[in-house]
């Protein structure tokens, strides 16, 4: 959100920050009304939400593509960034040295020997456990309720009492504890690339292109590193924007 503000105010436009005003359920109103502007959205999620769950696309092109058609009138989808914020599986490097884990289908004939840990709601998900043992053919020894890559799965990883944790691909803790991510290698997990979703009448070539580069150079190693200086080291997120934006050459 900070980014955005950013780049768009170096075009010499004025910009009204509203940051953690909660859920989809709020913003996506909020955007189509007109009280809001431009929010970052996750392409995957916003698919999900606006086709009701019954999108079945997982590739980020095939997911932008197909978001720009649900769209409702008078919003627009500016370029999607490489970073994504998917859903993942975590292990420790002993774990993995241990089980010869790289990617999730490295788990199949090994998962009867594991606990997981994941939001309470993981049994039940499309992507959750059911998906696990449709693509994977995986089925965990245990499930433990925790929560969705928060400090109760962050506690159970380290303190050895899950084997596997579900958290976020751009969570800064994982590589601040030197934590693997398993790479999702047959697709389960929809992309979750980072994209601008503004409203087409407040739009012009302007904001888009500036938007449009910083989506241009984001990665997920970038996140990764950005969120690690907000959630452990406890930067002012503002100020990593900010930093982040200069180093990339983005703000004049």
Request: net charge negative; glycine share 8%; hydrophobic share 35%.
């Amino acid at each position: 959100g900070n980014m955005y503000a950013d780049v768009v105010e170096d075009q010499g436009i004025k910009v009204q920050r509203r940051l953690n005003l909660g859920t989809r359920d709020v913003v996506f109103p909020s955007l189509e009304s007109g009280e809001l502007t431009l929010v970052p959205e996750y392409n995957g999620a916003l698919l999900s939400y606006l086709s009701k769950g019954e999108s079945d696309v997982t590739s980020p092109e095939e997911t932008t593509e197909e978001l720009k058609a649900e769209l409702p009138k008078g919003l627009i989808a500016l370029k999607a960034s490489e970073a994504q914020d998917k859903d993942a599986l975590v292990v420790t490097p002993q774990t993995a040295e241990k089980y010869d884990l790289k990617t999730t289908s490295d788990l199949a004939p090994v998962a009867d020997e594991l606990i997981v840990g994941g939001p309470p709601e993981m049994p039940d998900r499309p992507d959750g456990l059911p998906g696990l043992k449709r693509v994977y053919g995986i089925e965990f020894e245990e499930f433990k309720p925790l929560d969705a890559g928060g400090p109760l799965t962050i506690e159970a990883i380290a303190n050895g009492d899950i084997d596997v944790g579900r958290m976020f691909t751009s969570q800064g803790i994982i590589d601040a504890r030197g934590w693997i991510v398993l790479e999702d290698d047959k697709e389960l997990s929809p992309a979750q690339n980072i994209i601008p979703i503004i409203r087409k009448q407040d739009s012009s070539g302007k904001i888009e292109d500036a938007l449009n580069k910083l989506s241009a150079t984001l990665t997920t190693e970038d996140l990764k590193k950005l969120n690690k200086r907000v959630e452990v080291d406890k930067e002012d997120p503002e100020v990593v924007a900010k930093d982040y934006l200069q180093q990339k050459g983005l703000l004049q």
